[in-house]
C-alpha cells in the first residue's frame, strides 16, 4: 500500500483560489491515471477531476471552467488549481491513484466570508 502525500487547503473567502498538491513515487504518478475526489459532510465523496497518462483531462460539471488538473511528472506531483472558489466547494479533497486505488490523507477546504 502507498499512501500518497497532498499538501494545500486551507480557509478562503467566496472568489479566492487554491492549490492542492499530490505526491507519490514516480511509478505512481507517473504511470496511472490520478484523480481527485471531494467530500462534503453529510454527502458521498465525488470526482472532482481526473487526468489520465496521455494528460487528457475530464471534470465534473461543478467545476469545469474553474478548477485544473495537472502533472508535473520532473516533481512527481499532481496538483489541484482551484479558482473562483465557492462555497459549495468545501469539502475534503482527496487525491486518488485510479488503477492502484492509493489515497492521500486528505485537505480540508473551506469556503466562507
Known amino acids: 500500500q502507498v499512501r500518497l502525500i497532498q499538501s494545500g487547503g486551507g480557509l478562503v473567502q467566496p472568489g479566492e483560489s487554491l492549490r492542492l498538491s499530490c505526491s507519490a513515487p514516480a511509478e505512481i504518478i507517473n504511470s496511472f491515471p490520478t484523480a481527485w475526489y471531494r467530500q462534503a459532510p453529510g454527502k458521498q465523496r465525488e470526482l472532482v477531476a481526473r487526468?489520465?497518462?496521455?494528460?487528457?483531462?475530464n471534470y465534473a460539471d461543478s467545476v469545469k471552467g474553474r478548477f485544473t488538473i495537472s502533472r508535473d511528472n520532473a516533481k512527481m506531483t499532481v496538483y489541484l488549481q482551484m479558482n473562483s472558489l465557492k462555497p459549495e466547494d468545501t469539502a475534503v479533497y482527496y487525491c486518488n491513484s485510479v488503477t492502484m486505488n492509493f489515497w492521500g490523507q486528505g485537505a480540508q477546504v473551506t469556503v466562507s466570508s
Open positions: 487526468i489520465e497518462i496521455s494528460g487528457s483531462t
